[in-house]
């Protein structure tokens, strides 16, 4: 065990239990519905695939047709197909039909937001 995990792990605990009853009834009364929290972790175990990770980093810049991800990430157009369908499904990315091709972006600036404070607290670690 590193000295600082050490150290996170001894300090993980109250040594008394007296939780502070005025913030914790505020934080009741503010506290997400259960749908709310569902879906946000519904969010989050998709965001938790590498694969689907990397499509999110190869959108941020600009739309792609479901040919370019595939190259990019060097998979079969039905294993890509299936991830940006996952993607889809959880509003995250959204699509349109050019001929016979479907071109992907991400849904809003929330998902490039989500990306890049989660690439930036992995990196400054």
């Known amino acids: ?19 502070h009853q005025k913030i914790v ?6 506290e997400l519905s259960e749908e709310i929290v569902q ?5 989050f175990q ?3 695939d590498p694969t689907r990770l990397k499509i999110i980093d ?13 190259e990019i ?3 079969s157009a039905s294993a890509v197909s299936h991830q940006l369908r996952v993607l889809r499904n959880f509003n995250l990315v959204k699509y349109r039909k050019e001929g016979r091709q479907a071109f992907y ?3 809003d600036q929330h998902i490039i ?3 890049c404070q989660g690439l930036e607290h992995v990196i400054e670690g």
Do not use: G, H
Request: aromatic residues 4%; contains cysteine; charged residues 25%.
């Open 73 to 75: 990430l060097s998979m």
């Open 46 to 48: 998709v965001l938790s």
């Open 1 to 19: 065990m590193t000295e600082k995990n050490k150290l996170r792990t001894e300090c993980a605990a109250c040594e008394i239990y007296n939780p």
């Open 58 to 70: 190869a959108l941020r810049e600009q739309e792609l047709c479901v040919c370019d991800i595939q």
């Open 105 to 107: 972006s991400l849904a």
């Open 25 to 30: 009834e505020l934080l009741k009364e503010q």
């Open 39 to 43: 879906e946000l972790a519904d969010i």
């Open 113 to 115: 937001s989500l990306f």
